[in-house]
């Protein structure tokens, strides 16, 4: 198993940045990042793998950056141009990559946009 923890989350104005990190106990994980907002399913918003091969959700392609650091078991999500719309509790997650099905989440972590 793998612990996450998240933190970053706040309120920022609307065309403003936040920087979101999650921490994983464990190494080895393709880790992610879900957001979820009230009245809506959870949604993937990106994810990246060990090598650095990132995935973003069409909404926030262009707008937001994920990263990792895998010496400090840390992944990263820069959020800039940040709209009322991103508004949403935002989840770390990890992946097994060898055990498929195999899937860890963190706390959440939440992000309010204004204006």
């Known amino acids: 198993q793998v612990q996450l923890v998240e933190s970053g989350g706040g309120l920022v104005q609307a065309g403003g940045s936040l920087r979101l990190s999650c921490a994983a106990s464990?190494?080895?994980?393709?880790l992610g990042w879900h957001r979820q907002a009230p009245g809506r399913q959870r949604e993937l918003v990106a994810h990246i793998t060990t090598g650095g091969y990132a995935v973003y959700a069409d909404s926030v392609e262009g707008r937001f950056t994920i990263s990792r650091d895998n010496a400090k078991n840390t992944v990263y999500l820069q959020m800039s141009y940040l709209k009322p719309e991103d508004t949403a509790v935002y989840y770390c997650n990890a992946i097994n990559p060898y055990l498929s099905g195999t899937e860890y989440w963190g706390q959440g972590t939440q992000v309010t946009v204004s204006s």
């Open positions: 464990g190494s080895g994980y393709i």
